[in-house]
């Protein structure tokens, strides 16, 4: 059977509501994510993530709530991360209906965490988000809560960690391309790709479908997107989207 690659929306709640951040600061009003998910059923999206920027930051925990909407609603596989902190959280949030756990700070500050969050669910549940920056002088430094406290590994580190630890999939997502619309940073994914055996997700910054071939090229397993699905034209109004089947047939694969 023939399977095409990944092609995942990635969505950013506050407050409940959909917002898309820019380089992780400022927000723009989107709307409802469960209006949201039920566009993205119409458009047979494949999967779906969910990510709840306050629950860390703010210290608000996990949304339960709006989970469950969220479950009741979607018809393909969905991601949550934002304020998990423990594998009994991480079990509530999969019997509800969730099919993923998506880590980051925590990965940080108790990253034995991670490991029983992988026993607990299974490697392929647990997943790992690493979030980089560019430095000025060259390279990257990685960043948790919200882009808001740099660690001390590189996003190769960070990404062998989040595998030993147990992760079975990793999103790589670049701070500096974020709503961009200029591209994935190809050098950032390709280096996170050749140091793990885990399938890696590409995010931040992509504006077409050739982005996604040439993410897919360095070696992502997939790839992932959050304003390139909800915002639209110079002005970037407001208009949920996906590719089309056959355009995601015609990505490498």
Do not use: W
Not at 128 to 155: E, I, N, Q
């Amino acid at each position: 059977m023939t399977t095409f690659p990944r092609v995942i929306p990635v969505l950013l709640v506050s407050d409940g509501y959909l917002v898309k951040p820019v380089g992780f600061s400022g927000e723009k009003y989107i709307g409802d994510p469960i209006n949201a998910v039920r566009i993205f059923n119409e458009k047979q999206v494949d999967e779906l993530v969910i990510c709840d920027i306050d629950a860390t930051v703010k210290g608000t925990g996990v949304n339960y709530t709006l989970i469950e909407e969220i479950a009741s609603e979607a018809f393909m596989p969905v991601g949550y991360g934002g304020g998990v902190t423990s594998a009994a959280d991480a079990r509530r949030i999969v019997s509800i209906g969730i099919e993923k756990v998506v880590l980051n700070s925590i990965v940080d500050t108790r990253p034995e965490v991670v490991t029983e969050i992988a026993q607990a669910l299974g490697s392929s549940s647990t997943v790992v988000s690493v979030d980089a920056k560019r430095r000025l002088l060259g390279g990257h430094d990685t960043y948790v809560r919200r882009g808001r406290a740099k660690t001390k590994l590189s996003p190769v580190q960070a990404a062998q960690r989040a595998e030993a630890l147990g992760a079975g999939e990793i999103i790589v997502s670049s701070i500096d391309r974020e709503s961009s619309f200029s591209g994935y940073d190809l050098a950032l994914v390709r280096s996170v790709a050749d140091a793990v055996s885990v399938p890696v997700i590409a995010l931040g910054g992509a504006a077409t479908t050739s982005d996604f071939r040439s993410a897919l090229d360095e070696g992502a397993s997939a790839v992932a997107a959050g304003s390139m699905f909800v915002l639209n034209g110079k002005h970037r109004a407001v208009l949920i989207t996906y590719p089309s089947p056959a355009d995601i047939a015609a990505l490498p694969h």
